[in-house]
């Protein structure tokens, strides 16, 4: 099959249950992306063709459960990061029309990612809702009830609202607690000074309704947001 890539990629079946009334379809079973460092996913499907199966429409289900990260990583983003393991489960659900999507849903499962600096780190999603809907030439993503703690450190409930275009995007987060946000710096390449400096600020306090868009260039990016008792050490 044509991944969104465009690449030709082999999907392996281990094992399918396929059920045709005309050009109705029904399938479930277990199914692998060749040379893609994924787990088997489990699938579902309820569809109809017109003609062939490059055009059809219906419902389509995948569950992926323990996706590991790291094979994704090259070696120096996982040396400049300290990750030293990571894995993602999630439900998601696909409607099309005529092979083209009309919406899809998203049910994040328990997932981490756990990296080393100063000591050990993770990062646990432990549920949330994400729903993607076509707009014009893009997307628009948000996200609702989003569970989320690093370390020991529970994130406020988390809203998202994401919007994509080829020539721009817009984000809008609910609100953010700092002091779990700090350790996710490591994360990001060359952030040693700035890692430095957090450690020597210790920051507290609470960002909310973070608004970010950019269109084009890094110099046209635009962010606010508003700080509820913000914290710096003396």
Do not use: C
């Not at 479930?28 to 309820?46: F, K, M, Q, Y």
């Not at 996200?143 to 690093?150: A, F, N």
């Not at 529970?154 to 817009?170: K, N, R, S, T, Y």
């Amino acid at each position: 099959y044509k991944s969104v890539s465009g690449e030709t990629r082999r999907l392996d079946i281990e094992q399918l249950r396929w059920s045709n009334q005309g050009k109705h379809h029904l399938a479930e079973g277990t199914v692998s992306i060749a040379d893609a460092s994924l787990n088997s996913l489990l699938v579902r499907a309820n569809f109809k063709d017109y003609g062939s199966l490059r055009d059809v429409s219906g419902e389509f289900y995948i569950s992926a459960k323990d996706v590991s990260v790291t094979p994704w990583l090259t070696t120096h983003m996982q040396e400049q990061s300290g990750i030293e393991s990571g894995k993602v489960s999630l439900n998601t659900w696909l409607t099309l029309r005529h092979s083209k999507p009309i919406d899809a849903y998203i049910d994040l499962q328990p997932s981490e990612l756990a990296w080393e600096e100063n000591g050990h780190h993770d990062l646990l999603i432990e549920s949330g809702i994400f729903k993607l809907l076509p707009d014009r030439n893009g997307w628009k993503v948000n996200g609702h009830s989003l569970q989320i703690r690093t370390d020991d450190r529970l994130w406020p409930e988390l809203d998202v609202a994401f919007d994509w275009q080829p020539d721009g995007w817009l984000l809008n987060l609910s609100q953010l607690d700092i002091e779990a946000l700090t350790p996710l710096i490591k994360l990001v390449p060359k952030s040693e000074s700035t890692t430095d400096l957090l450690d020597k600020l210790v920051p507290k306090g609470r960002l909310e309704d973070i608004r970010l868009s950019m269109n084009g260039s890094l110099d046209t990016l635009r962010y606010s947001a508003e700080l509820d008792e913000l914290g710096l050490r003396q």
